[in-house]
């Protein structure tokens, strides 16, 4: 016990006898482990908000559809199952938040232009659960109920179309026995979302409404589930495989919507690949200033070994100092990063690339999202790997022979 | 060779292992730098090689604001003999009229909302790579024939093939109703979903006679034969298009602005990363320097009360600097140039590359290109920024007084 605090004193004032070195290294550990935190913090935020936007987009968290509906989305891949024993057989096994749609290609036309939409018959009151784009309708009113005969368009989509609140439109697709299926709307309100393209992309009618229009039943197209966290759907992907029989095909969102499940896969391995490049970038400095400080002392380590000090007290001394200069650089770092992340906690305003993010599938403001598993991550790296490049100045040292290196000059 | 070159030469090799841990660490960030900077700009090239060439074209003539609306009354009067007059003021060839519009297309099952688009099937292949692209089927090549190509999934979800015929339904230009049976002559397969999906072309002559839109067009499109050559004839084409009422000249910079900021947001992640490579080398930097000189203080000391100014000295430290810097430099892009080769051969991949490249244009598999450029841009900031980082060093020399400094040490 005592010679553990010898050691760790005698390493702790080493660490202070050439301050400029050591707060030069610090500033490079302090900088690199800012540099981890922080640039993995931006990336994470992007793609978080990217992954809950794509989610919020319509997926959910799991999907049912029948087999063949995600190749060829039409009107004659509706679901096996009436929407009435769907919803019975998930409300039996305790999910509660889901949402059956209508969900079809159609064209819809003002009286000046006409545009392709995806539209969708939808629950409002169990959409509201999901929390779904469409949600945000900023101007004339929400959908209220399940045969509301009005529509809800994007705000994008109504400047493309010259209409407004109050207009009529009228929406055309196909009936199951591929007749023209059309129907006069009332445009009751118009949604903001967070991308221009999702704007252009849905117009939301209620469910009954549309099924009419149709002529398709107590039929749907999909069911989205939504549960606690997007991250861990495996759970929840279970049960509602349990819940559905028949042949519909359960899926969750990583497979519905491969660019964002890549996505975050990728941004996974770039937190990585990041954290150890900068390391390896800081290793050479660190392994430097370890040499140093063994080169000037090698007398005194000598004249150490001599009076009957073990080498491992030795290798000891080395590993500690490093370890000091770890930790302080990196309780700095991860400060600055905390710091700077609060700072720009109210977002950075990216929106001269705007349309640029959007090609990512971004949004134009960046939050950063500090994670612990990341900080976590990054600190570990940093002790694990800075201790095996300690290892060997450290080990150097204490192998000196003590008469070779007290008279050595 | 001069006495300070070789001064500083051999002070390098008093520490041998000190100044190939820094060179180390300068050859590391450059050979990243090099690596990730021939990837990010091949990768940036291709991007906008393959969105252009694949349908955008350099530069387009349209009615102002059509490029936000697309709306079917946003024409290009004339287009033909614009065209023509493009032809020859510039002696292009790769320039083509087309009309675009939105429209049911319907086979005997099914119906889908796509966009259509009318092309002049003797020019549209030197624009676009749609027409090089049918792989089933042919290319129409009379500008009046009643037929039309589809993409691969549209033509997978109408369930047509070669042969049989689509009922197209839209507006024409004055709102009128409009319609047409054409029959499929091929199948394009760009690879890009959406594109395969949605879209459609058929000869302008029949276009123009369904959709009531006379002798006009939408938009005229220039393909110049390099894109960096296209500011060579921006002018020309200013002066021809000045020539006529209600219509604009617009870049692909104006036509894809997502293009050039999915770019930027990129390049300003990419700059953060490796400026931050720069500042840990030079850190790294600064420690030996520092290092060097304070242990070279009784030497300087000696070598000042001779007559040496503190200048000299201060020039012998940078010199040092840059003699390692220099070889790192060259070791740097020797090792980045290696690598980037290996993978110009080999191709580039990472697991989810193909889901994300193909967002973007972008094949599965890259292969970077070395350049001068390329090769030398990041380590030229490395070495600058070792340079600025001996500063510190060079200029504490100046604080030395001989005396002191020798009975310092």
């Known amino acids: 016990m005592n010679a553990l605090k010898i050691i760790v004193k005698l390493a702790w004032r080493n660490l202070w006898r050439n301050h400029r070195r050591t707060i030069v290294m610090l500033s490079a550990i302090s900088i690199g482990a800012w540099a981890m935190i922080f640039m993995t913090s931006l990336v994470r935020g992007m793609v978080n908000e990217m992954l809950r936007d794509g989610i919020r987009a319509l997926p959910g968290h799991v999907q049912v559809h029948h087999p063949d509906y995600r190749d060829d989305p039409s009107i004659e891949n509706l679901m096996n199952t009436t929407r009435e024993e769907l919803a019975a057989s998930l409300l039996a096994a305790g999910i509660e938040r889901f949402s059956a749609r209508v969900r079809v290609p159609a064209v819809i036309s003002s009286e000046r232009e006409s545009r392709g939409v995806i539209l969708l018959g939808v629950d409002p009151k169990r959409e509201a659960a999901i929390a779904a784009i469409g949600s945000r309708v900023t101007e004339g009113r929400p959908l209220t109920d399940v045969g509301d005969g009005g529509v809800i368009i994007g705000r994008r989509l109504a400047e493309k179309l010259e209409t407004e609140v109050g207009k009529r439109i009228v929406l055309m697709s196909q009936d199951p026995d591929n007749e023209i299926a059309d129907r006069g709307f009332r445009v009751v309100g118009l949604y903001e979302a967070n991308l221009e393209i999702q704007e252009e992309a849905f117009a939301f009618a209620g469910r009954m409404t549309i099924q009419q229009m149709l002529g398709i039943g107590d039929f749907v197209s999909e069911v989205a589930v939504v549960g606690d966290d997007y991250r861990v759907v495996d759970p929840l992907l279970a049960s509602v495989r349990l819940s559905i029989d028949g042949d519909d095909e359960v899926l969750p969102w990583t497979e519905l919507d491969e660019y964002l499940g890549t996505m975050m896969m990728v941004m996974d391995g770039f937190v990585i690949i990041w954290v150890v490049i900068i390391f390896f970038a800081l290793s050479f400095g660190l392994v430097n200033t370890l040499v140093m400080a063994v080169f000037e002392r090698v007398r005194e380590i000598g004249l150490m070994l001599a009076l009957g000090m073990r080498p491992s007290s030795i290798l000891g001394q080395i590993i500690v100092e490093s370890f000091f200069l770890l930790a302080i650089g990196l309780v700095v770092g991860n400060l600055l990063a905390c710091l700077s992340i609060i700072v720009l906690s109210e977002g950075i305003d990216i929106s001269i690339v705007a349309e640029g993010m959007e090609m990512f599938g971004s949004a134009s403001v960046l939050y950063p999202e500090m994670e612990m598993q990341d900080v976590i991550l990054a600190n570990v790296v940093v002790l694990v790997l800075g201790f095996l490049a300690s290892l060997s100045p450290a080990w150097r040292a204490s192998r000196y022979e003590p008469v070779e290196a007290i008279t050595k000059v | ?409």
């Open chain 2, 1 to 409: 060779m001069n006495i300070t070159l070789r001064l500083a030469w051999r002070n390098l090799w008093r520490q041998p292992r000190r100044t190939w841990l820094t060179i180390g660490a300068m050859v590391f960030s450059n050979a990243i730098l090099v690596f990730m900077i021939s990837l990010q700009f091949g990768m940036y090239e291709l991007m906008i090689d393959n969105t252009l060439k694949a349908f955008t074209g350099h530069f387009q003539v349209q009615a102002p604001g059509y490029k936000d609306d697309t709306k079917m009354r946003q024409i290009v009067p004339n287009a033909e003999s614009i065209a023509t007059e493009i032809r020859e003021a510039t002696s292009l060839e790769a320039v083509a009229v087309r009309s675009a519009t939105f429209a049911l297309a319907s086979s005997d099952d099914r119906t889908y909302g796509i966009r259509v688009f009318g092309v002049d099937p003797a020019n549209e292949s030197r624009v676009s790579t749609i027409p090089s692209l049918v792989s089933d089927g042919r290319f129409p090549d009379n500008r009046d024939a009643q037929e039309i190509v589809v993409g691969s999934v549209l033509a997978r979800n109408l369930r047509v093939g070669i042969g049989d015929e689509l009922t197209i339904l839209g507006s024409g230009r004055g709102g009128s109703f409009a319609a047409a049976v054409a029959t499929v002559a091929g199948i394009f397969d760009s690879g890009v979903i959406d594109m395969d999906r949605s879209i459609a072309e058929m000869p302008i002559g029949f276009f123009n006679d369904v959709f009531y839109m006379d002798d006009a067009a939408h938009a005229v499109v220039v393909v110049t034969p390099a894109l960096a050559l296209i500011e060579d004839y921006r002018a020309t084409l200013e002066s021809v298009v000045a020539g006529h009422d209600g219509v604009v000249l617009q870049d692909w910079d104006a036509l894809q602005p997502g293009l050039r900021q999915a770019i930027q947001a990129d390049l300003s992640g990419a700059f953060f990363m490796y400026g931050v490579l720069v500042v840990l080398v030079a850190f790294s930097v600064m420690n030996t320097q520092l290092m060097s000189v304070l242990e070279r203080t009784y030497e300087f000391g000696i070598v000042m009360s001779l007559g040496l100014t503190p200048g000299r000295l201060g020039r012998l430290v940078i010199l040092e600097t840059a003699l390692m810097g220099l070889a790192g430099l060259l070791l740097g892009a020797l090792v980045g140039g290696l690598i980037t080769t290996w993978f110009t051969y080999n191709g580039f991949s990472f697991p989810g590359m193909d889901q994300m490249a193909a967002n973007f244009n972008l094949p599965s598999h890259f292969y970077p290109q070395v350049s001068l450029l390329t090769l030398f841009a990041g380590p030229a900031f490395v070495f600058i920024g070792s340079i600025i980082s001996a500063l510190y060093p060079a200029l504490r020399v100046h604080w030395l007084h001989p005396v002191e400094a020798m009975r310092l040490a």
